[in-house]
């Protein structure tokens, strides 16, 4: 397998200006598109992983919660597929189940709280758009870990370091799509550029609403007023939550500008008052 980015290696300005393409080599940025409507819970992602890069195993407890036995994203899960079993009523009067399945992984954020905390510069952007931990700066701060909102960033029981999905970048150096989505027997994982995703996404959900699933809808996809895209994205059929998703995820580092301008402003009237007590003294 090749290797992760150089260590120190930087990431290109204005990432999150360019939607599409950052590079200047026309490189298109990379993501996942999954569609949960089709998810078996067959977990053939989550071994994939594992088996590629090499992620020791866990999962193997009973939770005594679900059928899902490995419960969450963390650093030793770098893929979870989510059971959630829903209980209602059906027009006969006797209850129903419905059980929706979804493949989590990480969203590799356009505006990426976890890399902006990162002391040590071990979290970048690669040039497909992902972020990724180079394993050999990580020094085990935890930073990262409270930054991201969605709990995918986790340290490693007896290692210290932070670990996490890299987006398969070393076969996405050699030209291959990440193995998850490569072993995803019925395509609810799909990968490409961006671009292409957003527009096959939003064409899935038009089909479901014709179909009669008027909750289909896309997760991520776009900005909204509290985070930036996501370079892995999700078409749900319910509200964000049931999957374990923050309905609203929210990126204090792209709403730090006021705080910047009342740190300011808060500075100048501590120096002016100080002026001013000297100025008292001295006469």
């Known amino acids: 397998m090749n290797p992760l980015p150089a260590a120190g290696s930087q990431t290109a300005p204005g990432w999150a200006d360019k939607p599409a393409r950052w590079n200047g080599k026309g490189q298109p940025r990379m993501g996942f598109f999954t569609d949960t409507s089709i998810c078996i819970g067959c977990k053939a992602c ?10 020791p195993e866990d999962g193997l407890d009973f939770l005594a ?5 490995t419960g969450a994203l963390g650093a030793s899960t770098w893929r979870h597929v989510a059971f959630i079993e829903q209980r209602s009523s059906e027009a006969n009067g006797e209850p129903g189940i419905r059980w929706l399945m979804s493949s989590d992984v990480c969203k590799h954020c356009t505006s990426a709280a976890c890399l902006e905390v990162c002391p040590t510069g071990a979290l970048i952007r690669t040039e497909f758009g992902t972020v990724v931990v180079q394993e050999d700066v990580c020094n085990g701060c935890g930073y990262c870990v409270p930054a991201c909102p969605f709990g995918v960033i986790d340290q490693r029981q007896g290692d210290g370091r932070v670990w996490k999905c890299t987006l398969c970048y070393d076969r996405l150096k050699g030209g291959l799509e990440p193995a998850c ?12 550029p961006l671009a292409e995703l957003r527009e096959r996404a939003r064409r899935r959900v038009e089909e479901l609403h014709r179909r009669g699933v008027p909750g289909a809808c896309l997760y991520g996809d776009a900005p909204t007023a509290t985070y930036s895209g996501l370079n892995s994205f999700y078409l749900l059929v319910d509200r964000p939550s049931v999957y ?9 580092w792209l709403h730090m500008g006021g705080d910047y301008v009342r740190a300011l402003v808060a500075a100048l009237a ?3 008052l100080l002026v001013a007590v000297f100025l008292i003294l001295g006469h």
């Open 46 to 55: 989550e071994v994939a992983c594992k088996e590629w890069n090499q992620v």
């Open 65 to 69: 919660m679900s059928y899902d036995n």
């Open 181 to 192: 989505a490569k072993a995803c027997p019925t395509g609810s994982i799909q990968f490409g």
């Open 244 to 252: 374990g998703l923050p309905d609203e995820p929210f990126n204090p």
């Open 270 to 272: 501590a120096v002016a």
